[in-house]
């Protein structure tokens, strides 16, 4: 038997009863509310369906495009903010992919094909290595064995010699230059042009520019500074090298010479490999690094930073600074276009209004702002891609010219930022969109219509609460930590509450800009000023959204700068107050050598002579399962003549006790690392040698002198070049220390305030200052563009002042006097904004609470912030009151 269909296997009804139907059988009930369910499930499919007609459907991406083109003007403000935010972060995407890929041609190594090196970076496990000062050199017999293995032509072992040429007793400008052995020449290749290769201790070939510059040729001599000690030497040849030199020049010595100079026995700056014909250089490097353990290969423009360490710090530091620059301006994008699209969608309420009255739904609303804000943001970020490429050139030309990327670091263009700038505009409009749709999308159609006229007083309690809720977050940040937390972290969490304010102010804008608006209101005045004063309350959101970039403007240009000086000037205090030195031996070529030391302690009259050492450390300590790490400035010292020469204001602990293996910590680093006297540290020293250093001593002035103190001998011995930076000398009055340094062209005898604080920024002082315009660049087009929309938006308004008898006088009066509550505003509340940041971080730094603000600076803040947001209004308005009232307040909005 059949089974046949569903219907067929359904009980029939039950017969009628006294002319009414009987009940129906249980299996039909069964079989009616199974198709209830399903009529009902696939009503919600249907629903569900109908939903995903979303905002990137082809019906909602028509009208938005057709509400863009009939709103040019709204949305041009919105496409400005999008497009220059697209090109700032093309910029540093092409920057950050700059450091990661590019490089320099070889100069000295261009004829190696491969060659090997010491690893210059600390490895750190899920974390960027970070890159050591000074060059970690190789066991010389690493040349043999390179030199066996298959594929290798001639493998020759370089070596560098810091080397100052004088003429006519002055040192001679241009490049650095390194003296090597003259078996290392074949590795460019150097091709004599004249003379003869060097065959005594006294002979020397110069590279061709060199001899150039300082005027010699074969047969002259040539006065060569090696350390502090001068020589005479004679030229034996002039040589041309393979490729043209612009990041330094070459002396070449006879190997035996260049040895003794070199001061390392046993060790080798890197191998230069030569590759037998037809070998493929990244295969033998590949079997260069599997036959010699510990070996680590450079090939291509890598070669590079073998050649000279600064080219890969400079990588590192492009990259550190483009991510971080790159992630600041992401958020400030998001901002920015969140803002501006809110004040575009606020400047709609009646279009949106009516719309909801006509029977939009609140999800029809939202969709069509969605669909604008991704088309809008596409646009804006596709137009931003030329000229972010553009502005990262520009950048690049300024890195180059501040010395921060080395002559020849080529940029890398590729699509992959431009893309990634593209996605982060797009996602930026799209979410700044919803936040501003979501008002007017909520509120029922005859609440919208009578909303219209004017704007809602009552802030969302979400954002309300939020805002509020960040005020005492901030001030905790900036207050709380640099008196609880010890370290940087109190410094950087003073740091971090200046942004936290500053979403404050956004979310809790209108409410303080009415506050500002309603203080004024206190004082009468004329009309103009109480039409000025009433507007800004009555408009309170609006002016705050176009307010708060300028807001922004001010808290992180105050924040920035006088962070900046705070830090400067602690240290020049430090360094200027810490001196106690009579007099400071000072070099002017790499430095000055360790011996000259005892020499001057033998000078009559000379009481003290303290050798100071500059090098760069990583401290390393244990955090939960992880591994942190600290980059710190440092010194060594000799602990017997420090007391008489220098304070560094010790803590806890002692000096004296500075010898062997033993560390001093500033109090930052000490509260940092989490160290105190007694305690035992990692310290990586310069060159990578790693030292478990007992703390013996914390002091306070490690901005003037270096986070950390070292014995003088351990710092000399793990250095480059094994020089002192500086000599401190205490003396009875009247020795001639001039006379007993005559003999050393290159140094000179001044006073105390001839040493400079240890470094804060790394070198990157100008960069930060670069980035910071282009940051504070971004944020003031935000301000003009932000202003400019809602000044000129408002031409109805001023037809309707002039219609009912205000004089055309009298409302650029007004707008000049909201301009000024404007400015004001901006610069009190983004000043009071960030001085929590900065009263905690100068707390964190020096125990005071006074940072140091040079009025001079903080006068150009305000003159900024007044040239940059009266323009903004003033030329909108006169443009708004051209045409007859009549006509203005004819015109649609």
């Known amino acids: 038997m059949s089974r046949g269909s569903a219907a067929e296997q359904v009980d029939p009804p039950a017969p009628e009863r006294n002319g009414k139907p009987g009940k129906p059988g249980k299996a039909a009930r069964k079989a009616d509310k199974a198709a209830a369910k399903a009529a009902e499930k696939a009503a919600k499919k249907a629903a569900k369906a109908k939903r995903k007609i979303r905002t990137l459907s082809r019906q909602n991406l028509s009208l938005a495009w057709s509400t863009i083109r009939g709103r040019k003007g709204g949305f041009a403000a919105v496409l400005i903010a999008v497009g220059v935010g697209s090109a700032v972060i093309s910029a540093c995407g092409v920057l950050l992919e700059t450091g990661v890929s590019s490089g320099v041609p070889a100069e000295r190594y261009h004829r190696a094909a491969v060659v090997v090196g010491g690893y210059q970076a600390m490895s750190v496990e899920g974390d960027t290595d970070p ?444 360094a200027v107050e810490g001196v106690i030195a009579d007099h400071v031996v000072t070099s002017d070529s790499a430095g000055i050598s360790p011996g000259l030391t005892e020499e001057l302690r033998r000078v009559p009259g000379v009481r003290t002579v303290g050798p100071v050492a500059r090098t760069s450390t990583i401290l390393t300590w244990p955090d939960g399962d992880s591994i942190q790490y600290r980059i710190s400035n440092a010194q060594g010292v000799d602990p017997a003549a420090v007391p008489e020469t220098m304070n560094l204001d010790v803590l806890r602990g002692d000096l004296d006790r500075l010898t062997g293996t033993t560390v001093a910590l500033s109090r930052l680093v000490a509260g940092t690392v989490g160290a105190d006297v007694g305690d035992r540290v990692d310290v990586h020293l310069g060159d990578g040698t790693v030292q478990k250093a007992e703390v013996v001593a914390v002091y306070e002035n490690g901005l003037g002198f270096g986070d950390v103190t070292l014995p003088h001998e351990l710092v000399i011995a793990h250095t480059s070049d094994h020089l002192d930076q500086w000599l401190m000398v205490n003396a009875e009055p009247g020795t001639d220390l001039n006379a007993a340094l005559k003999a050393y062209p290159t140094l000179s005898v001044r006073d105390a305030g001839a040493v400079t604080a240890a470094p804060t920024d790394g070198g990157g002082g100008g960069i930060s200052l670069v980035l910071n315009a282009v940051l504070l660049g971004y944020l003031a087009i935000a301000v003009v563009n932000t202003l400019v929309m809602a000044t000129i938006s408002r031409r109805r308004e001023f037809a309707l002042l002039r219609l009912v008898g205000t004089r055309t006088g009298q409302v650029r009066t007004m707008m000049r006097k909201e301009a000024g509550i404007i400015v004001l505003s901006a610069v009190v509340v983004g000043t009071i904004a960030a001085l929590p940041s900065l009263i905690g971080m100068s707390y964190a730094i020096r125990h005071s609470v006074f940072p140091t603000v040079p009025p001079l600076m903080y006068l150009g803040i305000v003159l900024a912030a007044a040239a940059i947001a009266w323009p903004a209004v003033m030329l909108p308005a006169r443009l708004a009151l051209r045409p007859p009232a009549v006509d203005a307040i004819a015109r649609t909005e």
């Open 131 to 574: 890159r050591l000062s000074e060059r970690v050199r190789l066991p010389a017999d690493t040349v043999g064995k390179v030199a066996a293995v298959p594929g290798v032509e001639s493998a020759v072992g370089d070596i560098s010699v810091r080397t100052t040429v004088l003429r006519n007793g002055s040192v001679l400008g241009g490049p650095p230059v390194y003296g090597h052995g003259w078996s290392a020449s074949v590795l460019a290749p150097f091709t004599l042009r004249a003379g003869s290769e060097p065959r005594a201790a006294e002979d020397v070939v110069l590279d061709s520019d060199l001899a150039r510059r300082a005027g010699a040729a074969p047969g002259d001599t040539v006065t060569l500074v090696i350390g502090s000690e001068p020589g005479t030497y004679r030229v034996s040849g002039v040589a041309q090298p393979a490729v043209s030199f612009d990041r330094q020049s070459a002396v070449f010595f006879t190997d035996d010479r260049a040895a003794q100079l070199y001061g390392t026995p046993g060790k080798v700056d890197a191998v230069g490999v030569v590759a037998a014909k037809g070998t493929d250089p990244g295969e033998l490097a590949d079997r260069i690094e599997k036959a010699v353990p510990g070996a680590v290969t450079y090939t291509g423009d890598d070669r590079s930073d073998v050649e000279t360490l600064d080219v890969g710090q400079m990588r590192s530091f492009v990259i550190e600074v483009a991510s971080a620059f790159g992630a600041t301006m992401i958020l400030l994008v998001i901002i920015v276009v969140a803002g501006t699209l809110a004040l575009s969608v606020q400047q709609r309420r009646r279009e949106l209004a009516l719309l909801r009255a006509v029977g939009a739904t609140p999800r029809q609303v939202l969709r069509m702002i969605g669909g604008e804000a991704v088309l809008v943001g596409g646009i804006g970020a596709v137009l931003g891609a030329i000229p972010g490429i553009l502005l990262a050139m520009l950048l690049h030309s300024v890195f180059t010219a501040a010395g921060a990327l080395p002559p020849g670091f080529s940029l890398v263009i590729t699509p992959t930022p431009v893309l990634f700038a593209l996605l982060i505009c797009v996602l930026a409009a799209r979410i700044g969109g919803w936040l501003a749709a979501r008002r007017a999308a909520k509120v029922s159609a005859v609440e919208a219509l009578g909303d219209v006229a004017v704007e809602p007083k009552k802030l969302g309690w979400f954002r309300l609460s939020l805002g509020v809720l960040l005020v005492p977050a901030g001030l905790a940040v900036a207050i709380v930590l640099p008196i609880v937390l010890p370290g940087e972290a109190a410094i950087e969490g003073a740091a971090s509450s200046a942004l936290v304010l500053v979403i404050a102010v956004g979310l809790l804008g209108p409410k303080l800009f009415g506050g500002v608006a309603a203080l004024l209101a206190r004082r009468p005045g004329d009309v103009t000023r109480f039409l000025a004063i009433a507007n800004s309350r009555a408009r309170a959101r609006r002016l705050s959204s176009a307010t708060t970039p300028l807001i922004m403007g001010v808290t992180m240009a105050a924040a920035q700068l006088f962070s900046g000086t705070t830090l400067a000037a602690t240290a020049h205090d430090q």
